[in-house]
């Protein structure tokens, strides 16, 4: 029983930041790995940044430098900060998560970059 919450995504001008949050139903030290994906239209998912259990973080490289992910444990929840953010930012970003056992995915929210 898994569940992810994502918040924070909304509309925003060119060069601008967002902090996107996803809280999870338990403890995300259940998870190997959690982190965020978009979709663009017509375009298939990709992988924006990851964060281990452990602390370990990956980058796609177009948002390398401009944003960061981090986790809050007592609170169960994941964040990307995003800044300095690109027209070509705009898609829904999903929540990830991962066990061993099977992989979860949030609702998704929409984050818009537009002047």
């Known amino acids: 029983q898994v569940q992810l919450v994502e918040s924070g995504g909304g509309l925003v001008q060119p060069g601008g930041s967002l902090r996107l949050s996803c809280a999870a139903s338990?403890?995300?030290?259940?998870?190997?790995?959690m982190g965020w994906y978009r979709q663009a239209p017509e375009k298939e998912r990709e992988l924006v940044a990851i964060i281990t259990s452990g602390g370990s973080t990956n980058y796609a490289d177009s948002v390398k430098g401009r944003f960061t992910i981090s986790r809050d444990n007592a609170k169960n929840t994941v964040f990307l900060q995003m800044n300095s953010l690109k027209p070509e930012d705009t898609a829904v970003y999903y929540c990830?998560?991962?066990?061993?056992?099977?992989?979860?995915w949030g609702q998704g929210t929409q984050v818009t970059v537009s002047s």
């Open positions: 990830y998560a991962g066990r061993i056992s099977g992989r979860y």
């Open positions: 338990g403890s995300i030290f259940s998870f190997i790995g």
